[in-house]
């Protein structure tokens, strides 16, 4: 991906005519766009590494697999939030690594980690590059040096069982090469994150990532059977031959979601499903969220079985249909909008295709038919091309999500939205707060908000503000300070209240045990 954007350069979206009216007139935005920087042009901060620490890590990976470039660093800087962006366009010195390592086995990360526990160098495990909670930011913490371990070279399909329906990838494999491959011998595995293009197998195990599809395929949490994690302890083998095992607390649940901070994911052992044969659309349109609401939590605790269910409530509805060149295919003039899609077999498609549409239909909702849900489909990848887009015009543009019950979303989603726009209002800035549920639970629900202003003074403490008050909301009314996005640098400052004094404890004790010299991510998850 761009150094400082979003993905592929080539696919950079321009703002429309009809998003810079909502800027200019909306938000007070005058509509600019902003040059950006070569790398050549970007002043980075001196590698702290030794020369013989450099030596030993030639030794451990071959020469081809350390870059101490100024390239090679820039591209591990950190992740693709917001403010990562922001810092990257701005700051007139950027912090990296201070070497990328790339081993290809289990051994050589073992002999890396061993190196920089006794060297004290930090090491921020590296996938696809796109966290968007300062996963990836090179933290030192008193450590000599920082390098960035990428697994670009656990890149395989190591294993599938067709009979069994499991499949082993390596952690450096992205999201559409392990459908590549998976769909080689029929199978495939469903994840479709945001982030999917980019993303890896590793990265989606390290963060508990949440797919779009996950009302019918689950979370990847759900979908993982074992997991290989290297530490500076040893190799922890988590996950064994049976389906399910009562032999002690589940170790995979301890991998699944820690960050990088335990150890390094290098394998991860999956549940896939053969390729659908029958895949429907259909779009709905509700008079407003409470309503739509209502009947996915029907649906869901009905056990209906979409494999995709989202809701946009009336201001997001808005926004994408005063910007999409789909209007009239849409049929909507106002509420919200809602898309489904199902598959599996012909029959089996149809089937829950038809009970959906049934208790949909029971709670006021109207058919808008196929085209705006294989509209959504077709383009929902490309938020983040967006985003960067009003960022360089001088918007603010960036996302928060949360989950919680469903008898507590109407008043949790009141709450952030009410934080968010209070913070913004303080600065300034008239501000567009939207929100939707794109995954579902029989007891509850996500909450996913975008939010668009205009920048004023500083626009990283301008967010940072804003994404505070919203996360203070978040944990005081009943919510998760994160459902998908993982926590990171940004939300670790509110875990114990996630979790309380003791499950911290618990988590330091495990570290502790695991990377006695504390070398692994350093600043992330753990308060």
């Given amino acids: 991906m761009k150094w400082d954007a979003w993905g592929d350069p080539s696919a950079a979206t321009a703002l429309s005519d009809g998003i810079?009216?909502?800027?200019?007139?909306?938000?007070?935005?005058?509509?600019a766009d902003a040059a950006r920087r070569s790398p050549a042009e970007v002043e980075l901060a001196p590698s702290a590494l030794p020369a013989a620490d450099r030596d030993a890590f030639?030794?451990?990976?071959?020469?081809?697999?350390?870059?101490?470039?100024?390239g090679d660093r820039l591209s591990r800087a950190g992740g693709k939030s917001t403010p990562d962006l922001l810092r990257r366009t701005r700051a007139p010195r950027q912090d990296a690594p201070d070497a990328v390592l790339a081993p290809g086995t289990d051994d050589e990360v073992a002999r890396v980690l061993a190196h920089c526990s006794r060297r004290s160098i930090a090491v921020v495990p590296f996938g696809g590059g796109t966290s968007v909670v300062g996963g990836l930011n090179p933290v030192r913490e008193g450590h000599t040096a920082v390098v960035s371990l990428d697994l670009r070279r656990f890149d395989r399909l190591e294993a599938l069982d067709e009979v069994s329906g499991e499949a082993v990838l390596g952690a450096g494999v992205t999201g559409p090469e392990a459908e590549r491959v998976l769909g080689e011998r029929g199978f495939s595995l469903g994840h479709f994150p945001q982030s999917f293009q980019y993303a890896t197998i590793g990265g989606f195990a390290a963060t508990r990532s949440s797919g779009q599809a996950s009302a019918g395929y689950g979370r990847f949490d759900d979908m993982i059977s074992g997991l290989t994690l290297v530490t500076p302890a040893g190799v922890l083998e988590t996950g064994g031959p049976a389906p399910a095992s009562a032999a002690g607390p589940d170790l995979r649940q301890l991998v699944a979601g820690s960050e990088g901070t335990l150890g390094v994911i290098t394998r991860v052992r999956l549940r896939v499903h053969r390729v659908p044969e029958s895949v429907r659309y259909e779009a709905w349109a509700f008079d407003d969220f409470a309503a739509g609401a209502e009947a996915m939590r029907v649906v869901e605790q009905q056990g209906a079985g979409p494999t995709v269910m989202r809701l946009s409530d009336e201001a997001e509805t808005g926004i994408n249909l005063a910007t999409t060149e789909h209007i009239g295919a849409q049929q909507i003039t106002g509420g919200c909008l809602a898309v489904t899609t199902f598959e599996g077999t012909a029959a089996h498609a149809e089937s829950r295709h038809a009970e959906t549409r049934a208790l949909f239909e029971a709670h006021g909702g109207r058919s808008l038919g196929e085209q705006p849900a294989r509209d959504w489909d077709a383009g929902r990848f490309s938020a983040p091309y967006l985003r960067d887009a009003l960022l360089d015009a001088g918007a603010l543009c960036e996302t928060l999500e949360t989950a919680t019950s469903w008898s507590n979303l109407h008043a949790l989603k009141a709450e952030v939205t009410t934080a968010l726009t209070d913070a913004l209002r303080q600065t300034g800035t008239p501000t567009l707060v939207m929100c939707h549920i794109s995954h579902v639970y029989p007891t509850g629900a996500s909450l996913y908000f975008t939010v668009v202003a205009g920048q004023r003074g500083d626009a990283v403490e301008q967010w940072a503000s804003a994404k505070r008050a919203a996360s203070d909301a978040i944990v005081e009314h009943g919510g998760t300070i994160t459902h998908h996005h993982a926590v990171g640098a940004d939300h670790r400052e509110w875990m114990t209240r996630e979790i309380g004094e003791l499950g911290v404890a618990v988590l330091r004790s495990v570290k502790r045990t695991l990377d006695p010299a504390g070398i692994l991510n350093p600043g992330k998850l753990i308060p």
């Fill in 20 to 31: 810079r009216s909502l800027l200019e007139q909306a938000l007070g935005v005058s509509v």
């Fill in 58 to 70: 030639v030794e451990i990976v071959g020469a081809g697999h350390v870059g101490t470039s100024d």
